[in-house]
């Protein structure tokens, strides 16, 4: 049973680019959330995706942006790269009204130079 | 608004004894606690939760205790092992709701 699979790894891009990152989520999940880990700090909240909608948000402003298929897979996008959008990004699956807690994956590790 | 927090940024503890790893929460109303287990370039892997309904739950060399009227939960691993050297978060969530990370602790096991 595959877990929750995320694409590219490993990124470089410029200032003022885009970029998307995609995430599979666990096989039974049903809800997908994204989150931003900066060097020495705990993951931050972006958005949750549940039924091809966001449900919630952080507190990120409206670069980040994302999307959620109708096979539970979910993109992240951000746009106008900026020197502080270098992190890990992390996507977790979870059931919505399911006590099984969140499933991650391994990240994707954004550079932006 | 930091609604989970992990006040030790480090702990070093001798293998074979007890490390215990602080957690304190601002909301009432959060339905689970969790303890992830990351190393660097990887994402966090659970070890154990407890529900906010129990004071204790134990798997293994891991114990997760909660105490609800000082808002506060710990994780005791026993015996520590040089393996458990990684970064640990605790993190809870409202059913329905996000997941919240504290800012996590830095184990480290010494042989």
């Known amino acids: 049973d595959a877990g929750v699979t995320q694409s590219p790894t490993h990124l470089i891009k410029t200032r003022g680019q885009q970029v998307t990152l995609r995430c599979s989520p666990k096989?039974?999940?049903?809800?997908v959330s994204w989150y931003q880990q900066a060097l020495g700090q705990g993951p931050q909240f972006i958005f949750q995706?549940?039924?091809?909608?966001?449900?919630q948000r952080g507190n990120f402003p409206d670069r980040f942006s994302g999307h959620q298929f109708p096979n539970y897979s979910s993109e992240l996008n951000v746009n106008a790269l900026l020197l502080g959008d270098s992190a890990l990004y992390l996507c977790?699956?979870?059931?919505?009204?399911?006590?099984?807690?969140?499933?991650f994956g391994s990240g994707t590790r954004l550079t932006v130079v | 608004d930091q609604q989970v927090k992990q006040n030790s940024p480090s702990l070093s503890v001798q293998e074979g004894r007890i490390s215990i790893l602080n957690c304190d929460y601002t909301?009432?109303?959060?339905?689970?606690f969790l303890w992830y287990k990351k190393y660097p370039a990887e994402g966090p892997t659970f070890l154990i939760s407890?529900?906010?309904?129990?004071d204790k739950n134990e798997d293994g060399r891991f114990t997760v205790f909660l105490n609800k009227s000082a808002k506060h939960l710990s994780l005791h691993i026993v015996p520590s092992q040089p393996g458990d050297s990684a970064v640990y978060f605790c993190?809870?969530?409202?059913?329905?709701?996000?997941?919240?990370f504290g800012q996590g602790t830095e184990l480290s096991v010494k042989p």
């Open positions: 977790a699956s979870s059931l919505l009204l399911g006590a099984g807690g969140y499933t």
């Open positions: 096989s039974g999940h049903d809800t």
């Open positions: 995706y549940y039924e091809e909608e966001e449900r």
């Open positions: 909301n009432s109303m959060f339905d689970y």
């Open positions: 407890i529900s906010s309904i129990k």
């Open positions: 993190a809870a969530y409202r059913q329905g709701g996000k997941l919240i």
